[in-house]
Nanobody, 119 residues
Framework: QVQLVESGGGLVQAGGSLRLSCAAS????????MGWFRQAPGKGREFLAA????????YYVDSAKGRFTISRDNAKNTVYLQMNSLKPEDTAQYYC????????????WGQGTQVTVSS
């Protein structure tokens, strides 16, 4: 079992930046990939980006390319999501998750961190 704790969310003005963190603990050896998702009010959960845990290869959906960057620090067992040029439509609860591959099945979820972008 892997436990995930997200942090770094908050209130930011449009055009601003935030860096989300996701700290993993537990069965770290079992992690193949990690991903970031978000869920806006009244909408489904949206996949944004993923990273291969060992090799560091990254994958982004089109809506995340250019403004979002996923990275990891294996020494700290932490994955990050750097978000730049934020827009009000980026307002959502952001979640990290363990994945079997960058686009594979999701194992563990974190509890989420709220990002609110004001116009």
């Amino acid at each position: 079992q892997v436990q995930l704790v997200e942090s770094g969310g908050g209130l930011v003005q449009a055009g601003g930046s935030l860096r989300l963190s996701c700290a993993a603990s537990g069965s770290i050896f079992s992690i193949n990939a990690m991903g970031w998702f978000r869920q806006a009010p009244g909408k489904g959960r949206e996949f944004l980006a993923a990273i291969n845990w060992s090799g560091g290869g990254t994958y982004y959906v089109d809506s995340a390319k250019g403004r979002f960057t996923i990275s990891r620090d294996n020494a700290k067992n932490t994955v990050y999501l750097q978000m730049n040029s934020l827009k009000p439509e980026d307002t959502a609860q952001y979640y990290c998750a363990v994945r079997s591959t960058p686009t594979g099945a999701v194992g563990s979820w974190g509890q989420g961190t709220q990002v609110t972008v004001s116009s």
